[in-house]
């Protein structure tokens, strides 16, 4: 790692933070990640009150990644393969505001990025895309026994299909794979 090149960040909202983080650390550009309670309405919940709908917290992936590694867009594509996009307050077995889909940013250079690529989704379902695309407002790191969860606890609950896992590992965004062969 580079300490002089800039890196990026996104937070995602895809179900439980447990697989989806897992999925995440996978990626090759991805330099590091932590799950917490994003754009809700108290300050630093709890993971119980989070998941009591008192917080408007969505359970999130904070992914910090090298963009001359993996493109945003690309890393987008990688997400919208691990939830249902029409899906509201749902994701797998979990059901309520907590496990909605998201995509938070910080930088709004993004937010042009992040229209065109559910834009570019939506042509692929009949149903409304039901992904939220804010600003973020808030973001508080969730408890540490939540953090790298699946690599502590082997055989936890995860909503992602494990294959997914592989396909994570192996994949590569194909255009900046094209210019560093």
């Known amino acids: 790692m580079n300490n002089g090149q800039q890196h990026k960040e996104i937070y995602l909202a895809g179900g439980c933070f447990w697989g989806t983080e897992k999925y995440f650390t996978l990626i090759d550009g991805v330099i590091k990640t932590d799950v917490g309670y994003a754009n809700g309405n108290t300050i630093n919940p709890s993971y119980e009150e989070v998941c009591n709908n008192d ?18 867009e690309y890393l987008l594509t990688l997400y919208y393969n691990v939830i249902d996009p029409t899906s ?26 992040i229209q065109n690529s559910i834009k570019q989704l939506q042509s692929s379902y009949k149903e409304p895309i039901a992904i939220e695309v804010l600003p973020l407002n808030n973001y508080y790191t969730a408890e540490e026994y939540h953090q790298k969860y699946l690599d ?7 909503h992602i299909d494990q294959h997914k896992f592989m396909e994570a590992r192996l994949a590569k965004d194909p255009i900046l794979s094209q210019h560093s062969d």
């Open 55 to 72: 917080t408007g917290h969505a359970e999130t992936v904070h992914v910090v990644y090298d963009p001359t590694k993996i493109r945003l």
């Open 88 to 113: 509201i307050n749902r994701q797998g077995g979990d059901v309520g505001t907590q496990y909605r889909t998201g995509i938070y940013y910080i930088d709004p250079s993004d937010e042009e990025i």
């Open 152 to 158: 502590k606890n082997i055989n936890g609950y995860c």
